[in-house]
């Protein structure tokens, strides 16, 4: 749907308002391509062309919320349009007050276009499937363009539109033995890819020797920036949320108070003005360009929604009290040295199954599988037989993280199920001199 006619549609709605009724409407909508791969061969393709409209109706301190798909053609639109808000009117009706109903009232507008260098599908295809001619490859491409966009009778205007691409692969070797990459972004470029396929074939030619064992305890270890995201997601939940911390749920809370640091060579940021996630919030809000949550091992600020900022009393500064474009700065390592300055120990590609193991102390628990070698002299030697972690953040990004690297890696969300994810992170690696193994 274009800008143009949502608006349209919104402004021919909100003439049958009511009274004190208010109105907010958002739009989700993408063009996409999809193509699923196995045995580096075609095994699924197609496109999707969808609009999802979403109505909130607010009836002094009620609120119903709906929504309904929409099909192009402006006068079936609009009439279905029509008949959702008409079933939101007989709905509030019977809902008591929300306490926490919290909205913008001051009308705002913004306009933001993130463009792309896409290829076409069937030739990035084309490129994965020759560079990894005789690899059992297995993946997903995710490419096209992604709207959000609000308006309300207030007097609210915003749209967000993004192009991006995200292929999401893995090579495998034998039965659970596979080394997995990914590459994503906005500016296709055949030599990054080039690049990622020929570092899979010498992971997987170092796959193939025996596998190395080692006891459970302590090891120095470079943590990949994928390895360090699943940290991150996990991290997530709960972390850095104003409602967790109030609550005194999140397991940052011995950082929040001061009774832990973390490494001063941590600072992690929310970027608004980066990611692909919109700058408002469903509730008309403006988000500022960033949101400082740790700064040098000390924790700034809290992600704050709009209902938690009615509770609390707080300014809004999220649509959601998770990070959704978050950015970890960069360190002084150079990314070609990372392996040298570990010289003996492990290097981690991935992380599978993150949990928490003690909530409180900011403890995870998780394994290693796929793209974990151990590393002597500065090269990987021989595949890692799967282990678990059990290690608390407030060593691993704490006293034990020995330095970030200065290269970092862009990783968009690779989720498909709702529509195409928004979410990002912008990640350096890792070097610990100590991550500990319990098994």
Known sequence: MRQDDFYRLFDTLQDGLRGDEVLFAGLDAER?????????????????????????????????????????NADADLAQARALLGQLRERIAHVPDDPYLNYSTAPATSERSIDADLPATVDAIGALTDLAAGLDLVGIWAAGAVVEALASSIGHRHWHASKSFNLDWSCYLDRDKAVKASYSGFDWDPG?????VNQQRAELYVLGRAEHRIEPGRYRAYLA??????????????????????TRQTPLLQLATGEKQLSPKLTIIEEHQRGLAAGFTDEGFTKPDQVKLIEEGWYQDCLTDARSAKEYDAVVNAAAEYPESLAIAPG????????????????????????????????MTGMTRFGTFWVENGEPVAPLAVMRFDDSLYHLLGDRLEGLTA?????????????????????????????????
């Open 332 to 363: 002084e390592l150079a990314g070609g040295d990372a392996l040298r300055q570990l010289d003996t120990g492990i290097l981690i590609g991935n992380l599978w199954y993150c949990n928490w193991s003690d909530r409180n102390a900011c403890r």
């Open 192 to 196: 990054q890819l080039r690049h990622k």
């Open 32 to 72: 996409s391509d999809f193509v699923r791969l196995n045995e580096n061969r075609v095994r699924q393709a197609g496109s999707v062309d969808s609009a999802g409209l979403g109505l909130t109706l607010i009836d002094g301190g009620r609120q119903v919320e709906g929504g309904c798909q929409l099909g192009g």
């Open 407 to 439: 290269e970092r890696e862009l990783r968009l969300s690779a989720e498909t199920y709702d529509g195409r994810g928004t979410d990002s992170a912008l990640l350096p690696g890792a070097l610990v001199t100590g991550i500990d193994l319990a098994l």
């Open 225 to 246: 920036p994928a390895a360090l995201a699943e940290l991150m997601d996990l991290l997530a939940w709960g972390g850095f949320g104003l409602r967790d911390h109030r």
